[in-house]
């Protein structure tokens, strides 16, 4: 597979649907990876994979301000787009990276929404009732203006994951979208751009999410049964480390649908949680094999 040249550094809409409509000339297949940059490894594995599978690779990094609440952190998550850059250049194959402002993104009139009342309101979308329809509305856009063939999401963003398969499902875009696995830390915390708001203390209980959460698959993996004892278990224990629990649940992983008390499972399941470490909220799941 060819390698490039140079990486293409676009902010319109205009220059970024011109080069896309070249790769489409050219019968060249397009892999699209979208971020909120602030740049690492998990990312990167994304990049990678898509290098695998198509042509030209474009990388999109814009913080999406319709996913953030007013009281959310907007204003202050990282944005280190020249950092990002060299990262993306330095690691190869990527030809196009679309870093637009929000305003290049979003006309002043533009009142759009997209909603998928079941999926939105669940879990994530529980305490944060605007994130998803705001992610459902950039990735709308971006694969309008990119018209990629395949999309590559982490499966560390596994709501995130299933509703955008859902949209592009609902939405009839010729797209197939890759998962990626959780790629984490040596202690096994799920990397994020938002650990770094983790204070030492913090950031060294961390960990015990995850661990939590792979106590609750370990359980259900060996009784094939659904008990919400364990799933209380793991919150108390959470809870006794201070740790605020939003959420910690079991569900079907392909759709999300809930696991009822006694229930035996009978396809692929996923446990799936929440919570705030100091001023953090981190997210993380463990997937049945
Ligand atoms: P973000 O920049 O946080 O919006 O994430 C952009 C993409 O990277 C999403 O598809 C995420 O699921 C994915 N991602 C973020 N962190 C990780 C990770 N630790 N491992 C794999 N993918 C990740």
Same mark, same amino acid.
């Given at each position: +597979?060819?390698?490039?040249?140079?990486?293409?550094?676009?902010? *319109?809409?205009?220059?970024?649907?011109?080069?896309? =409509?070249?790769?489409?000339?050219?019968?060249?297949?397009?892999?699209? $990876?979208?971020? +909120?940059?602030?740049?690492?490894?998990?990312?990167?594995?994304?990049?990678?994979?898509?290098?695998?599978?198509?042509? !030209?690779?474009? $990388?999109?990094?814009?913080?999406?301000?319709?996913?953030?609440?007013?009281?959310? *952190?907007?204003?202050?998550?990282?944005?280190?787009?020249?950092?990002?850059?060299?990262?993306?250049?330095?690691?190869?194959?990527?030809?196009?990276?679309?870093?637009?402002?929000?305003? =290049?993104?979003?006309?002043?009139?533009?009142?759009?929404?997209?909603?998928?009342?079941?999926?939105?309101?669940i879990l994530c979308g =529980?305490?944060?009732?605007?994130?998803?329809?705001?992610?459902?509305?950039?990735?709308?856009?971006?694969?309008?203006?990119?018209?990629?063939?395949?999309?590559?999401?982490?499966?560390?963003?596994?709501q995130?994951?299933?509703?955008?398969?859902?949209?592009? !499902?609902?939405?009839?875009?010729? @797209?197939?979208?890759?998962?990626?696995?959780?790629?984490?830390?040596?202690?096994?915390?799920? +990397?994020?751009?938002?650990?770094? /708001?983790?204070?030492?203390?913090?950031?060294?209980?961390?960990?015990?999410?995850?661990?939590?959460?792979?106590?609750?698959? %370990?359980?259900?993996?060996?009784?094939?049964?659904?008990?919400?004892?364990?799933?209380?278990?793991?919150?108390? %224990?959470?809870?006794?480390?201070?740790?605020?629990?939003?959420y910690?649940?079991?569900? /079907?992983?392909? *759709?999300?649908?809930?696991?009822?008390?006694?229930?035996? $499972?009978?396809?692929?399941? $996923?446990?799936v949680?929440?919570?705030? @470490?100091?001023?953090?909220?981190?997210? *993380?799941?463990?997937?049945?094999?």
């Amino acid at each position: +597979m060819k390698r490039r040249s140079t990486m293409k550094l676009i902010k *319109d809409k205009t220059p970024l649907k011109a080069h896309c =409509a070249a790769y489409r000339e050219a019968q060249q297949a397009i892999a699209f $990876v979208p971020t +909120m940059g602030n740049l690492h490894n998990g990312h990167l594995r994304l990049v990678e994979a898509a290098k695998q599978k198509a042509d !030209k690779v474009i $990388v999109s990094i814009f913080v999406n301000p319709r996913q953030f609440a007013p009281h959310e *952190d907007y204003n202050t998550y990282p944005r280190t787009l020249e950092k990002d850059y060299e990262t993306l250049s330095k690691l190869g194959g990527v030809d196009l990276v679309f870093a637009p402002s929000a305003s =290049a993104m979003y006309s002043a009139d533009c009142d759009i929404s997209i909603h998928l009342p079941r999926l939105e309101t669940i879990l994530c979308g =529980a305490s944060r009732p605007h994130f998803f329809s705001g992610v459902m509305v950039v990735l709308a856009k971006l694969f309008n203006l990119i018209s990629p063939q395949f999309v590559f999401m982490g499966e560390k963003d596994f709501q995130q994951l299933v509703i955008t398969r859902e949209l592009v !499902k609902a939405l009839d875009f010729p @797209i197939e979208i890759i998962s990626v696995p959780t790629v984490r830390e040596p202690d096994g915390l799920a +990397m994020s751009s938002r650990n770094q /708001y983790l204070s030492a203390k913090e950031r060294e209980l961390a960990p015990v999410l995850y661990n939590t959460l792979k106590r609750v698959a %370990a359980d259900v993996a060996a009784s094939q049964v659904f008990s919400k004892k364990t799933v209380q278990q793991a919150k108390e %224990a959470l809870a006794s480390l201070g740790i605020v629990v939003d959420y910690i649940e079991v569900r /079907y992983a392909s *759709d999300l649908r809930e696991i009822k008390e006694g229930e035996v $499972v009978s396809r692929q399941w $996923v446990v799936v949680g929440a919570a705030v @470490i100091g001023k953090t909220r981190l997210i *993380d799941n463990v997937l049945s094999g």
